[in-house]
């Protein structure tokens, strides 16, 4: 995403990122049985990278397994490793980590100890100025890890990870399309613009399996609001909300949501 920016002039905040919603679900479960009721995403998270997906909602148990609800895939340790082969491939590259311990789980013990070992060296420090720094002022560092425990005290103030304050969201439980996207647009009116907010604000174009319903996979669901991504981001415009715009998540990503987020990013710089 960077190769389309001037780094010397884009500030964090002028950023419209791209995200994925439960990005490391490509090995939820077991295949054909219950995969099908937790996965969000088909692709690997090095993969997901590689297509321009720059924020990633990670959920670990308390043995450090990526989960979605009860089901496991493999350790975190594989996330952790693609975004450190990721950083090293690139040098002008930014993500944000999000890592939350999943509802109704313990948090796994020392891990935020264990995951400023391993992220030393890309990990920008928790500090509301950097929302008005260049990118070019950040390097050589390029990675935001937002950890979000469940009982366990938050990161602390200049921390090398950040708390929970700094990346929101408002999330709707529904299977409908229309609610979801009227939903979005209104949580996204009661933020501040992004201009003049100390925290990332994040939208989620996805739609969720209700146990009320007879469809209980994610992608037959999800998929009914995914095409929608391009929509939500002119009707924000059209509202004068696309000043608001700071991230955009969506299960199973495509090109073409990418493009849109890297188009409004353009188009706002521009303006």
């Known amino acids: 995403m960077a190769q389309h920016l001037d780094l010397e002039k884009t500030r964090v905040k002028d950023i419209i990122w791209p995200g994925t919603h439960d990005s490391a679900t490509d090995k939820i479960g077991l295949p054909y ?3 099908p009721f937790a996965q969000c995403q088909t692709q690997s998270i090095y993969r997901q990278l590689l297509q321009g997906v720059r924020v990633l909602d990670i959920r670990v148990d308390k043995d450090g397994f990526v989960c979605h609800g009860i089901l496991t895939s493999y350790k975190v340790d594989v996330v952790i490793n693609a975004v450190k082969q990721f950083l090293n491939e690139t040098t002008s590259e930014f993500i944000i980590l999000e ?24 990990l920008i420090k928790q500090d509301e100025s950097v929302f008005e720094c260049t990118l070019s002022e950040l390097l050589p560092k390029r990675l935001i890890c937002v950890w979000k425990p469940q009982t ?17 969201d ?4 529904t299977d409908l399309p229309y609610t979801k996207f009227m939903s979005n647009l209104y949580f996204l009116a009661e933020q501040p613009p992004a201009d003049e907010r100390c925290y990332f604000y994040r939208v989620e174009n996805t739609c969720t399996p209700q146990a009320s319903s007879a469809i209980a996979c994610v992608k037959p669901v999800t ?10 981001i002119s009707q924000a415009y059209k509202r004068g909300l696309g000043d608001y715009l700071q991230i955009l998540s969506s299960d199973f990503v495509e090109d073409d949501f990418i493009d849109a987020c890297i188009g409004a990013t353009l188009g706002r710089l521009e303006d």
């Open 170 to 173: 408002d999330w709707i439980d």
């Open 152 to 168: 366990s005290p938050p990161p602390y103030p200049c921390s090398p990870l950040w708390s929970a304050e700094y990346l929101r």
């Open 99 to 122: 890592i939350r311990t999943e509802y109704g789980h313990d948090d796994p013990p020392g891990f935020d100890i264990w995951l400023i070992e391993e992220l030393k060296d890309f």
């Open 223 to 232: 998929s009914r609001i995914r095409p929608y991504a391009r929509l939500f």
């Open 33 to 35: 049985t219950t995969r």
